[in-house]
Nanobody, 116 residues
């Protein structure tokens, strides 16, 4: 059984930083990509950043230059470093894995709130 467990969310002031981590456990048939999505109240879930098995990264325009996705293959962990946070970054952030069989796996979500 595959599990994705996120950590690192919380309350931070505008301009502050947070680091989200997601540990992937269980049997995954390799993976095509890992990433972070977010969903704000009343909005659709959107992609924040992804990283492929080859290490290619993609960041949403709204977070480019502020957020950085990274992966530690040895620890089966994907992280999201978030700097210069804004109120509009407030959302529930979800870890996602797309495996080699094109199965989608999601974490339970972690709340990020940016407020003064």
């Amino acid at each position: 059984q595959v599990q994705l467990v996120e950590s690192g969310g919380g309350l931070v002031q505008p301009g502050g930083s947070l680091r989200l981590s997601c540990v992937v456990s269980g049997s995954i048939f390799s993976f095509l990509s890992m990433g972070w999505y977010r969903q704000a109240p009343g909005k659709q879930r959107e992609s924040v950043a992804t990283i492929t098995s080859g290490g290619e990264t993609n960041h949403a325009d709204s977070v480019k230059g502020r957020f950085t996705i990274s992966r530690d293959s040895a620890k089966n962990t994907v992280s999201l470093q978030m700097n210069s946070l804004k109120a509009e970054d407030t959302a529930v952030y979800y870890c996602h894995v797309l495996d080699g069989r094109r199965m989608n796996y999601w974490g339970q979500g972690t709340q990020v709130t940016v407020a003064s």
